[in-house]
Structure formats: C-alpha cells, structure tokens
C-alpha cells in the first residue's frame, strides 16, 4: 500500500483504539511517510483528549456528579405513579374521570383542553403563564348564583370522594351536607339576600378545610373571590390521592 | 429497574456536560441536571420493559427543564460567547475548560452525543446501537464532528 491521505473513518478509529494491532501498523507507517495524514491524526487526538478532558472534569471533580448518582442509586420508585393510581381506584370509569380532570381544568382556563392531561402528566412542569389566568380574576367575588354554580360542580365531582371522606371523618358529615345545602341555595338567591348564605358557607368550608377535605382549600378560595390556579388544582388532586391511599 | 438505573447512572455526564454547554454556570448547571434526573426517575418505573437511550432522553430533559425556567424567568436562554464566559468563570474553572466548551457547545447535538460517547470509551459498536447508527456511520460521522470542532476552535463557522 502506498502513501495516501488517511480517510475520516480511518482517523476516527485509529484515534479511538477500533482497530487491530496489524491495521495500526498500517495507519502508523501511512501517518509517519505522508505528512497530510500525520498532521490529522495529530489534531483529532487532541481534539479526542480535549472531549475527554471535559467528561472527567464533570466525573472527577463535580461533587454533584457524586450526588446524583447516590440520588439514581437509592431512589426508591413507587408502584406505576401510586398517585395516579389510587385516582384511577376512586374513579375507574375513565370517562367520568376524563370528565372530572376537564372540569377542574377548564374551571378557570375555559378552553385549555390539554390541561387536564399535563396534571396527570409528571413531564411537563407548569409554567408561569400557565398558571396565572388574569382574565379570571375580577367578578367572581360578589355573584352568589355564578359561586354557587362552581362549588355545586365540584362537590357533585367529587361526590364520591366526599362520601369516602364522611366515611373516614363521620363527624364532617353535617358541615358536608350544610354546604351542599348553602350552595343550592346561592344558585337560586339574589345577591342582595346571598349574604348570609355566604357566610354559612364559609363557615362549613372553612371547618371542612381544617378536617382535611381534599379541594376543600379551592372551594375557599372561590367563596373569597380569590384567583385560582392551575397549582391549586394540582395541590387538590395531590390531596385526593394522599387522602385515598391513607384510607385504603 | 436496576439495569434501568445503570443507565441512568452512565448518561449523568452527558446530561452534565451538556447541561453546562447550555447555561454555562456549573451551579445552576447541576440545579437542571437535579430537577432533570428528579423528573426521570418519577417515570422510571414505566419505562420498564422499553429500550431507552438514556443519553438521549436525559439530555432532552434537561433541554426542557431549560426551556421551562428560561419562559419562567424570561431570560436568555442562548448566552453568546462573553456571556457563556462569564458564567462559566468559577474557581476551579480553568480557561483551557471553559476553552473546550465554548467550542463543544457550537457542535450539533448528534456530535456532542458522539464525542462524548467516545470520550468515555464506548466502542462503535454500542454507540452504534445507542444511535441506531451503522459502525462505518459511526466512525466517519466521529471524525466530521472532530474536524466540525476543529474548525471551531481555530475560529470558523
């Protein structure tokens, strides 16, 4: 074989060790008779070295790097997202649950249809924007019938909740049905005489906020004329699905 | 769910490397790696029984974890080079370092992915399989990238 220049792939893998002693000795003898080749073969090392140089910075030096990798070893993976999961147990019929996720997410974003899948999904973190909905903010706090309206849907929503709930805390029982009592109510009052009612629930919420009612924290915010986000709602299901697996 | 983890464990470089190509800083560097690898290993245990390129998709996580804080806090999420030098400048960062990675940031993702797998002795014939890559494709491909860098280094496009 006379001299040449060397290929790409014959650089590369020289550079990295791919090839057999005979096939270096080759590579060596092209490299030491033609200058061209021994020049390449000379700055794609370095540049190999180089590469490598930042890969031990990371592994050698970053005390991080140590960290994460404890953080990989002992991390202790709950069965299929016990979350999710122990949601999917309260409410198997997907549809309805598609419909409950729907609700709570278009409540405030009214036409966002994919926000309820991003609450099931652990990939994709909210963003500022997506949190905060100005438009949202403004009349809500004083028309009782549009009040009543939203904290009659997620009671019904969750009314299955709401009965586990009673079962674990039969004491909340009567603060559960005053509120659905109140609430039926403001759908129907004027919002001269809503006053009272308001303040009725308010009091239910705030007892079934202290018990521990999942989205409970929401129907307070929305009774104040509070903004609500998309982190609240998040925060809710988080609390259905704690409160499920610790009454299982 | 172990094997899993392994592989994990080995793309943690390449997700740090390129984590810093990224935003230069080594602390806030680590702070996306974290919340990266916090992400992945939630979705660990359904990603059993599936082939993953764990460099692939780490490093794509950390990409999003970037986009996510960059729309957050509305800041730039592509340094130019002075900048990139500025937040790379940390004790115990040596220029010839920061050197490096200022050019190593200019190169495609599928070179950086190749460089570093050769950079911590992978043989063609697994980055071959990791990329889904022929071994010839494999060995021509490295040396464009070493010769993309090389261009780079000495100040061209």
């Known amino acids: 074989m006379g001299p040449k220049v060397l290929t790409a792939e014959e650089i590369s893998r020289y550079v990295d060790g791919e090839l057999s002693d005979y096939e270096r000795q080759q590579i060596d003898f092209q490299a030491e008779s033609f200058n061209l080749s021994r020049k390449k073969l000379e700055e794609h090392k370095a540049v190999a070295d180089q590469i490598a140089g930042l890969f031990q910075e990371v592994t050698r030096n970053d005390p991080a790097y140590r960290s994460f990798v404890r953080m ?6 709950r069965s299929i997202d016990a979350d999710i999961q122990a949601i999917r147990r309260l409410i198997p019929d997907s549809a309805r649950l598609r419909r409950i996720l729907d609700e709570l997410a278009s409540d405030i974003y009214g036409t966002v249809s994919d926000v ?10 909210p963003s500022r924007r997506d949190d905060i909905d100005l438009s949202a903010i403004g009349e809500r706090a004083i028309n009782p019938v549009r009040i009543g309206i939203e904290l009659a849907r997620h009671l019904d929503e969750f009314v299955g909740i709401n009965g586990l709930f009673v079962r674990a805390f039969p004491e909340s029982s009567s603060a559960l049905q005053k509120l659905e009592n109140s609430v039926m109510t403001l759908r129907k ?14 009091v239910c919420i705030e007892q079934l906020v202290q018990d521990g009612l999942p989205g409970a ?31 299982r | 769910m172990d094997e899993l983890k392994k592989q994990l464990v080995a793309a943690i470089p390449h997700m740090m490397v390129y984590a810093r190509s990224r935003v230069g800083h080594p602390d806030e560097a680590n702070e996306l790696v974290q919340e990266a690898l916090e992400r992945i290993l939630k979705r660990l245990p359904q990603l059993g029984g599936e082939e993953i390129n764990f460099i692939a998709y780490g490093k794509r996580t950390v990409r999003n974890v970037h986009i996510e804080k960059w729309r957050a806090s509305r800041r730039t999420v592509h340094l130019d080079d002075a900048e990139f030098e500025v937040a790379c400048s940390q004790p115990g960062i040596s220029t010839s370092y920061i050197d490096t990675m200022k050019v190593f940031r200019k190169l495609s993702e599928q070179c950086q992915s190749l460089l570093g797998l050769v950079a911590e002795r992978y043989r063609y014939v697994e980055i071959a399989t990791m990329l889904g890559m022929t071994e010839g494709a494999v060995a ?3 040396s464009r990238c070493r010769t993309a860098f090389l261009t780079f280094m000495k100040g061209g496009h």
Do not use: C, H, W
Not at chain 1, 189 to 202: K, Q
Not at chain 1, 224 to 234: A, I, L, T
């Open chain 1, 72 to 77: 990989v070893e002992q991390y202790e993976p």
């Open chain 1, 116 to 125: 309820s899948m991003n609450m099931m999904s652990m990939e994709r973190a």
């Open chain 1, 217 to 247: 924290k929401i129907m307070s915010k929305i009774i104040q004329g509070e903004s609500v986000f998309k982190r609240d709602y998040q925060m809710a299901m988080r609390e259905v699905s704690l409160f499920v697996e610790s009454n």
């Open chain 2, 140 to 142: 021509g491909a490295i």
């Open chain 1, 189 to 202: 009052i004027v919002p001269e005489e809503a006053d009272p009612e308001i303040a009725m629930a308010t």
